[in-house]
């Protein structure tokens, strides 16, 4: 079956714009994770959505916002782009919440380089 | 500070070496995962643990979990070049919501 697919893999932004990331779950998985990494850091959680809810929110600014769709496809968006907001950002879905410790099926992730 | 520290956070090694990566927190998890990401790819699951004191093994991977819940480590035998990647240790809390991520240890094999 298809794996987890993100939309785009590449893209550069310049700061004070605003992007948004597109995840494909794995067809029946309702639950999405979305994470950021960076080196050094690991992967830093920004939400997960459960059957279009947000069961869990990150530490992030408000700038960093989500959603999921009937379908269970997610969308995450990123206002007012810092230089910092540069990172891979990696979606995850699964069959359960990520709480049930299930396994988490990965996308190859966004790259997001803001000049 | 990190619900989960992983030790080294770099490791470079050569064929055929022994390795130990270490994941430790001074809080209890449910269960306990490790994944390994190649570049340009996601992390991968490699297993899941949840009994205290639970060992498994993967071919030349072996794994085991704290008996108190709190740790766990990865020993890998006679590494190989494929083996290279970054290992992340991913846990539940009894009381948490949702998985945390340690920050992962950079292992490269050389040939």
């Known amino acids: 079956k298809a794996g987890v697919t993100q939309t785009p893999r590449y893209l550069i932004k310049t700061r004070g714009q605003q992007v948004t990331l597109s995840c494909s779950p794995i067809?029946?998985?309702?639950?999405v994770s979305w994470y950021q990494q960076t080196p050094g850091q690991g992967l830093q959680f920004l939400f997960e959505?459960?059957?279009?809810?947000?069961?869990n929110k990150g530490n992030f600014p408000g700038r960093f916002s989500g959603r999921q769709f009937s379908n269970s496809r997610s969308e995450m968006n990123v206002s007012t782009l810092e230089l910092g907001d540069s990172a891979l950002y990696l979606c995850?879905?699964?069959?359960?919440?990520?709480?049930?410790?299930?396994?988490?099926?990965f996308g190859e992730g966004s790259r997001l380089t803001v000049l | 500070t990190q619900l989960l520290e992983q030790s080294p956070q770099f490791l470079s090694i050569q064929e055929g070496e022994n390795l130990t990566v270490y994941c430790n927190s001074s809080?209890?998890?449910?269960?306990l995962q490790w994944y390994r990401q190649e570049p340009g790819e996601g992390p991968v699951l490699l297993v899941t643990?949840?009994?205290?004191?639970e060992v498994k093994k993967l071919k030349r991977l072996t794994f085991q979990f704290g008996d108190a819940r709190k740790d766990s480590s990865l020993h890998i035998t006679a590494a190989q070049p494929g083996d290279t990647g970054l290992y992340l240790c991913?846990?539940?809390?009894?009381?948490?919501?949702?998985?945390?991520f340690g920050e992962g240890t950079q292992l490269t094999v050389n040939p």
């Open positions: 995850a879905s699964s069959l359960s919440p990520s709480g049930n410790g299930g396994e988490l099926f």
């Open positions: 067809s029946g998985h309702r639950s």
């Open positions: 959505y459960f059957s279009e809810t947000q069961r």
């Open positions: 809080s209890v998890f449910s269960s």
């Open positions: 643990v949840v009994t205290g004191g």
């Open positions: 991913a846990g539940v809390q009894p009381s948490g919501s949702r998985l945390t």
